[in-house]
């Protein structure tokens, strides 16, 4: 079947700190990959997107690259901000149908 | 601009009551969504749809039930409200074609007292 694994949280960093978040995954066939970013009290918005092995997806100083090898996706930023705190979402959606496989969420959190 | 809404953004009810949520799309997108956020779960599917007339249940799909009459909007009716049912709920919609994106709804936070 299909999941999503995501590191757990919450996630507290100082500004400037070096972020990665954690993302594995289980799919049948050839899934894309996502990252949806939550701030407080918004819904899901795209933060970036992969959808073939070795892509990687960017955003706003965001990176991912889809790893088959390792079915991974993991979410990183050279130098975070006060303004990236908010809920990071990894997902997968598979070839195989519309529906979308969210992970459980992330919380971030960046000190001044 | 092209958007997705729902309304509305803030609900208060009581058990046995009947809710409907509203999600209204502006894309022409196809496939619309309805999600529940809870602590610990992450976004569970509760329903979804892929054109008009057509409805298929998620994950979590028990006391809520859909309809679509028209392609721009899927809205979501708890039968009779459960406390169970307090959560953060999302609409999204995404194009036709399979693994595009999918865009979401502000959300409509729901309390069952």
């Known amino acids: 079947g299909n999941s999503v694994t995501q590191m757990e949280g919450p996630v507290t960093l100082s500004e400037e700190a070096f972020l990665t978040i954690n993302c594995t995954y289980t799919?049948?066939?050839?899934?894309?990959l996502f990252w949806y970013v939550q701030y407080p009290g918004e819904g899901l918005q795209l933060l970036l997107k992969?959808?073939?092995?070795?892509d990687k997806g960017s955003n706003k100083g965001f990176e991912a690259t889809y790893r088959k090898e390792t079915t991974s996706f993991h979410l990183e930023k050279g130098s975070v901000q006060v303004s990236d705190s908010a809920v990071y979402f990894c997902?997968?959606?598979?070839?195989?149908?519309?529906?979308?496989?969210f992970g459980t969420g992330t919380s971030l959190t960046v000190i001044p | 601009d092209a958007e997705i809404t729902q309304s509305p953004r803030h609900k208060i009810t009581e058990t046995g009551r009947q809710v409907t949520l509203a999600c209204h799309q502006t894309?022409?997108?196809?496939?619309m969504f309805w999600y529940r956020q809870d602590l610990g779960h992450g976004l569970r599917l509760i329903h979804y749809?892929?054109?008009?007339?057509?409805?298929n249940k998620g994950e979590v799909s028990d006391g809520y039930s859909v309809s679509r009459s028209n392609t721009e909007d899927l809205p979501l009716t708890l039968e009779s409200a459960a406390s169970s049912q307090t959560s953060v709920y999302f609409c999204?919609?995404?194009?036709?074609?399979?693994?595009?994106?999918?865009?979401f709804g502000p959300g409509t936070r729901l309390l069952v007292l």
């Open positions: 999204a919609s995404s194009p036709d074609w399979a693994q595009e994106t999918q865009y």
């Open positions: 992969a959808t073939k092995a070795d």
């Open positions: 894309w022409n997108h196809n496939n």
């Open positions: 997902a997968l959606s598979s070839n195989t149908g519309n529906q979308f496989y």
């Open positions: 799919a049948t066939g050839y899934p894309s």
């Open positions: 749809s892929y054109g008009v007339h057509d409805t």
